[in-house]
Structures are given as C-alpha cells and as structure tokens.
C-alpha cells in the first residue's frame, strides 16, 4: 500500500514533470505569472543590516508559494550577487494561507507578498557610494489546474549612507513587517501519542483566534491534508494533528500559526515533552462555529466597558463624570442619558476605525494610539485647561461640562469621556480588544462597540431606571459651588498633560503646549467678559479652537528627541524580545512590565506595588531581573509583543519563573504580589 509520504513524493514529482513540459512548450519569452521586483529599504551605514524584499504580486487565479510549499509545489530559491564584503542572511515570509487542491494541502499566498531578507553591509564600505545587489530567483506559481515553474534576474541599487543624515526608509516595509509572524518568546511543547502529534503553544486566552492554521517549517513532520482541532486550556493552545509517516521525535519543531483570516500570525518552537489534555474545544482550520467564542469575546468587550468607569484610568475626566450624574437628575434624564451614550459609542467606535485603518496600512499600533502622538496631547491639554476654566466660571458655553438644558453637553461629554478614558485596558476589556486587532473588521467593530456601551452603560441605567435616580442628590444651588470644585480634579488633569507632553516630546512641544493653552485661555477670559455684558462671544471662541488647532498641526513638525529614562525602586532593564531569551536564559526570574506616562493604571501599580523598597528588596534576594517596556511612544517591537500575548494595551504583566512559561499578572496588582511570587521563587515553592 502507498504511504502518505510516497503519495507526496509522487505528487510534486509529477507536478514538476508537467511544469517542466509546459515551461518548455510554451518558449522562454513567455511572460510571468508573478511580477516581481527587488526593494531596497534605506541606505544603510557600514557596519549596518539593511533589509532587502522581494516583492511579488501573482496574476489574477495564480498563487505563489511559502518555504515550504506543503503537498505540492516548491518555495523560492534566492542566489545572491552581492559586492564583496556583503552577505545575505536568512529569508522572512509572511503569514502563508491553507489552499486544499483535490486531495492535496498548499500554503500558499494568493495575493501580494514579500519576502525580506537582510543583508548585512561590511565596515569597509565606502560612505556616500552606491552598490549593486542583484539576485536570481526561482519559484513555482500555479492556478488550481496548472503550474509554471519561473525565474527572473532583479537588481536594485544599495547607497552607503554617510552617518546619521539618511532618507526616509521605503514605507511599504512597515506594511510588509506587519505580514511576518511574531516571535513568541516562550517555548512549546509537542508530543507524539499513537500517531497523533499533540502540541502545546503559548498562546495568552483571548489572543483571538479564529479558524487557526498550523504551518511546519520543515517537511515530513505532519499530515499536511489531515484535520487540525484546536482547544484553549487556560495560556496553552492544545493542537492535535496526524504525524507524517516515520516522524520520530527530539528535534525542536519550528512552526508558524496563523491565528485568523487577515493573516496574523505567531512564529513559535516546539521542544519534545509532555503536552496538557482536555482544554475548551475551538473551531479548527476551515470549520467554523466562532460564534461561541465571538459571543464570549462581545459580553467581555460589554463588561470590561463597565469595569472601566471605575479603573484609575477615569480619574482625568472625574469631573465630566460626576457632572454628568448630576445632570441625570436634573430633568430630562433619559434624553441626557441617550445623548451621553451616542458620544460615547461615537469615540469608541471612530477610535476603532481608525486603529483598524492604520492597523491595514501597515503601523503597528495598539489600542490608546492616540495618546502616543504629540497632537492629541496638545490638542487635550488645551481643552482640559479650557474645561478647567469654563468650571472656575471664567466663561459660559455649551461645551462638554455645560450645565444647561442644552443635550448637546451629554453628547459633546461623552464623546471626551471615551476618548479620555479608554488608553487603558482593564479586565475583560483586555482580552476582547486583543482579540479585536485579528478580527475581521466587521466583528472587531462589534467588539469595539460593545466596549463603548459597556462604559455608557451605568448612565444609561440611571437615566432609564428611576429607582437608581432616587438615590442622587436633588438639583439646586449647590450645583454651581459643586460644579466650580470640580475644576480642581480638572486643572490636575491640565497639569498631568502638560507633564505628559513634556515627557512625549520634550521641552519643546511642552513650551509649545503651554504657548497655545495660555493664549486660549486669553480669547475665553475675553469670551466671558463678553458674556457677561451681554454680548456674543463666538468670534473669540472660533479662535480658541483655530489656536489648539495650530499647536497641535505644528507638534508635527517638531523634532522628538530621545525618550526620557525613569529610574524606580527596581533596577530594569529596557524591554526586548533579544533581552527576554538572555534573562530567561539565565534560569532566574524575570519580571517584564509594560507601561506608558499616560496610562494612569500603570502609574498607580507602579506607585502601589512596583516601586517599592519592600518589592525590591524582595527581588534582590531571589535574583529577579526585572524587564520594562515604556509604550509612551509607539514601539513596534512590543506592540508585536503585547498582541503575542492577547493584549491591545498596557497595562501588561508577565511573570516568569525559572524554566516556566510566562504567567500574564491581573491589571491590578495588590500591594504585596510581586513580593510574594518573588518570596516563593526563593524558598523553591515555585
């Protein structure tokens, strides 16, 4: 009887034998089926790496193939001509895609990819010459009836940069990068239990996975057409598969999961031990009911929006809150209600898209992006001052904290609320924003939806429930004195912005910040006196907004100088995948912490149960190294990191134990955890 592998062998053996004849039959003028073409992405200094793509777009019902093609086909090989000194190194491929054909299982790409490869530059380049890299490439494209086998030479031009002052780099590769699996730092597990390959991959619960799809990178390890089924125990993906004949185990199984239908996906390694039964099953490759999980990931979405009105998070926007509250029982609760929800969901939901959006050109962001760019910084610190001031009762208008019948302020509150509020995770919401950054757009939507009601949802109840009205206070004089005490926790707000923009872009954007908030403070004291006369006051006004406006158009143009280091109680080390394998390495524990100035949760864990001298005195003694990643400004690096383990933003905790895989702390630490899980470490209970 023919084994599987025999079937395979037999399978491309003749699948070449027809491209062969076809590729002979059809001349060698004929044109390609895959344009392709060679992309240099900056000039690079000696010394340096420069990435170099491949690019490649099939013709329409072609595809190309992954390094290793499955069943069926054959991936590309590169010989490089390179100038002498230079040297090629591995190459990276994107996420591939299942394609069965008849009884036969490809991984394949079926629309435009790139393949990246560095190449490294000798210290003995000469600055400001230019360079030849050539390459000649080989690939095998296909229809689901017929494959060509094909090759071209591709050239592209390398400039030695002198020192620092360079061009851009090519944008496209950021896109590209996005396409790549991520690194999972933590080892897998497989094990071969009678035929059955059983794995076990480090995936956090709730990372989002959705008709998932295994992909070996070397060949003769599975059954490429056999099913896969999927199940979730606790941070484990439990994955179960027929071995490919005569696979014996020892060696590390190296594997790319590709965790939905955009092409998102983790690169992990697998070492031979023993892998966890049981696990909540999942919809497996090409099944599937997600609707469980997609269920489940809409009530975590609605509660963790819920949970965030009373995380630290909030306590910026106390003031709009608290008005708010007091506005519901002040006549028209249910209109105020309404209006305060559609702000809300409003922000949430324009703060989703246009993440989705940037997600797809090829930025690699996470949830609270906006606080990582110095115009919105400029631009709030600006209208808190502005808030602050309308509070205090230096002028009067219908803005977000305005206290008359006008519903336009609930709206107008809301839509700060949200916009305000949602930089950090919480719990529930952690797990379900994760998840939306794999989804297809429509359903990160519904999650990102769900969130905003979620968040609106404790004044909906009050504005609709008149019992829970009951319980406030009745309206009266005592709004005005209690409306101007509430400028206190605002004009804090004010004053941690202006601190943040001092942190996200130096002195600069923070002089800058101040400039603009000073003079729109100048037009609403004018605005108000104004007022006060009986005059209108909305040229000033207009003003105020073209300035915040300005500044935070200008932010742009500034230059962001280095991050600003903070030194705490513990000795860190700044966060990178390449400094995570040397601690774990180590076999001592490791503390990884991911934080950001405007993420308010972060600032008070830290202060709590971080910067401690108890903690560290704690670490010290059981030899923790301790990790932290500053997310302030964007960093690619753990935003892949922090999507690895199924979180869309900080706060994130990760607690490793020697020759463990990493445990994800809650959100909120307890004053004394880090002491007690470094305390067991070192009495050998862990």
Known sequence: MRTAFQTTVIARLFMLFAAALLALSAGAARANNMDTRLVVEAAAAPGETVTIAIAQVPAKGWHGYWSNPGDAGYGMSLDWTLPAGFSAGQPEYPVPQPLVIGSLMNHVYEG????????????????????????????????????????????????????????????????WRTALPSPVAEQGRYELVGGKLRMAIPVAKGAGLFEPHLFPVDDGVISYIA???????????????????????????????????????LAVTLASGEVPTGGIPL????????????????????????????????????????????????????????????????????????????????????????????????????????????????????????????????FLTGLL????????????????????????????????G????????????????????????KPGKWMVHFRHAMAVPMGLTALALGWLAWRVGGEMLLVLALAATLIVIVLLAFAGRKQRRGGRAMAPALA???????????????????????????????????????????????????????????????????DREATRAAFDKAGVIVLR????????????????QGAAGVPLYVWYAPGANGEVLPQILSVDMLGKLASSVASGTQ
């Open 112 to 175: 435009p990819f790139a393949v990246l490869v560095p190449i490294t530059v000798p210290d003995s380049a000469t600055p400001g010459e230019t360079v030849s890299i050539a390459v000649e490439a080989r690939w095998l494209v296909c229809t689901d009836k017929i494959c060509v086998p094909e090759q071209g030479r591709f050239e592209a031009e390398l400039t030695i940069a002198k020192g620092a002052d360079r061009p851009a780099p090519d944008p496209q590769f950021a896109q």
């Open 227 to 265: 099913p896969q089924s999927f199940a979730q125990d606790g941070d484990w993906l439990i994955v179960e598969m027929d071995a490919a004949d005569g696979f014996e185990p020892g060696a590390p199984i190296n594997a790319v999961l590709r965790m939905d239908g955009d092409g998102r996906g």
């Open 283 to 410: 919809a497996g490759s090409g099944d599937g009911n997600v609707a469980d999980s997609l269920g489940w990931l809409i009530f975590a979405a609605f509660l963790g929006g819920i949970i965030l009105n009373v995380m630290p998070c909030v306590f910026p926007i106390l003031s709009l809150k608290a008005l708010s509250l007091a506005r519901a029982n002040s006549g028209g609760a249910k209109v105020e209600a309404l209006a305060y929800t559609a702000g809300v969901m409003l922000a949430v939901l324009a703060l989703g898209a246009v993440l989705l959006a940037l997600r797809a050109a090829g930025q690699e962001v996470g949830w609270a992006f906006q606080l990582q760019e110095p115009a919105t910084v400029v631009i709030l610190l600006v209208l808190a001052a502005a808030i602050t001031a309308n509070l205090a009762g230096l002028f009067e208008m219908t803005l977000p904290v305005g206290v008359s019948g006008h519903h336009g302020g609930a």
């Open 417 to 448: 609320a949200a916009f305000a509020a949602t930089p950090c995770t919480g719990p529930f919401m952690a797990a379900a924003m994760g998840a939306a950054l794999l989804l297809p757009v429509l359903d990160a939507m519904v999650l990102f």
């Open 450 to 473: 769900a969130l905003g009601l979620g968040l609106a949802f404790p004044f909906l109840a009050i504005g609709f429930v008149p019992l829970l009205r009951k319980g406030l206070p």
């Open 544 to 610: 105020a907004i073209a300035v915040a406006l300005a500044a935070g158009g200008a932010s742009a143009a500034l230059d962001r100088p280095e991050p600003i280091v903070e030194e705490g109680a513990l000795d860190a080390q700044p966060f990178s995948e390449a400094a995570l394998a040397e601690a774990r390495a180590s076999g001592k524990p490791v503390f990884a912490y991911f934080t950001a100035d405007w993420c308010v949760t972060c600032k008070v864990n830290e202060a709590a149960a971080i």
């Open 629 to 644: 990643g500053d997310w302030t400004r964007r960093d690619p690096a753990i935003t892949r990191f922090l999507q690895s």
